[in-house]
């Protein structure tokens, strides 16, 4: 029987995780940076306090082929989602292999999710234009269409770690905001990305509340940059 594991990150307080039933077949794995959290449910996976939690946040999300690979499958959720059926009827549904995730319901290209991102202050204009002016170099047509990252299924196969790979640089090098990124990742590796629509995905796993903070930038700071191994200080002994 294959191993599926289902996992979410939390730094810096950002969101409240809920407790979780048990599902055969299904780990839940929880990493954060709140050394004694316990959520009922959730294996607790401890990580180092970051200067930059938002970036070691999303490193996490994005590198699923980091992690053991004993999991045949792994299935993020953010820390405001909440799985409200079992997930194994979610993926008997909709997956067939390969990356999978939400269809954004409200935009469709990097233009419009850079104008909402800089209308909302959820990142500053200089990255924000890096980003975009990278991705016009790069050929970038913006017509792969815009994704919600709230969930991510992936399995171990070639095409999801060329494309994390590309998403984890395209990511560490702009803006912060991975839904940003994604599209140009995808370009890049030449992986297509298949998307579900929100009112399905939520179904089985929903949004409960917004997050406990409300993130605005109005300055600038330092970037780590994606390093091979990202998640090595937690499987020494594992293969990623």
Known sequence: MSKKLIYSVVTNQYDTIKP???????????FTDQEDLKVEGWETKPIPKSEEPIKQ???????SSELPSEYDLT???????EIIQDPQLFLDRFYNGGFMTC?????????????EILRKKKDLPVNVEKTLAFAESQGFKD?????????LVRDRSQE???LESQWAKVFSENS???QLSLPIASFLSGVSIHGIPRIEL????????????SLKFFRGSSKPHAKKGFLDFLFKSKGG
């Open 75 to 81: 299935i993020y959720m953010d820390g405001n989602m």
């Open 103 to 115: 269809v954004h319901p409200k935009r469709s290209t990097l233009q419009e999710e850079a104008k």
């Open 57 to 63: 946040q999303r490193l996490i999300k994005i590198k």
């Open 143 to 151: 017509d792969i269409g815009l994704f919600e990252t709230m969930v």
């Open 202 to 213: 939520f179904k089985y796993i929903k949004r409960n509340r917004g997050h406990n903070v």
């Open 160 to 162: 999801v770690k060329d």
């Open 176 to 178: 912060h905001r991975d």
């Open 20 to 30: 979780v039933q048990s599902f055969s077949g299904f780990d839940f794995w929880l």
